[in-house]
């Protein structure tokens, strides 16, 4: 249900104020955030982009996975992920990803990749 567009998106995530009921519409909007990242993760579109998801400083209490080609995944200061034990901070199976701007504390590993190309 995307819109037709070859062009990158934003969204937001927000543990305190996000809601993982919003559209990716509204979570476009800094002021309409999701609520996890693993939700942004999974909703991004896997055509177009580099897609970017802009995550606000906070706790993170969730082990995550890439789910499409093409992501940044940004963390503005303050934005830590603490994976459960036996789970890595992020797994990556996809290419052309970027991961910037997060503290992981915790985990197996803080990322952890299997055929991911171009990760940054």
């Known amino acids: 249900m995307w819109p037709s567009v070859s062009?990158?998106?934003?969204?937001?995530?927000?543990?305190?104020?996000?809601d993982n009921t919003r559209t990716p519409l509204e979570a476009q909007s800094p002021t309409r955030p999701w609520r996890t990242i693993r939700h942004a993760l999974n909703q991004v579109p896997t055509t177009g982009g580099p897609h970017t998801i802009h995550?606000?400083?906070?706790?993170?209490?969730?082990a995550i996975e890439s789910a499409a080609d093409g992501v940044i995944l940004s963390g503005a200061p303050g934005a830590t992920i603490t994976p459960p034990s036996g789970k890595p901070g992020l797994y990556l199976e996809h290419a052309d990803f970027v991961f910037e701007g997060f503290t992981i504390e915790g985990g197996t590993h803080g990322v952890r990749g299997h055929q991911a190309?171009?990760?940054v």
């Open 117 to 119: 190309h171009r990760v």
């Open 55 to 62: 995550v606000a400083p906070g706790t993170y209490a969730e």
């Open 7 to 18: 062009s990158a998106l934003d969204f937001h995530v927000d543990a305190t104020s996000g």
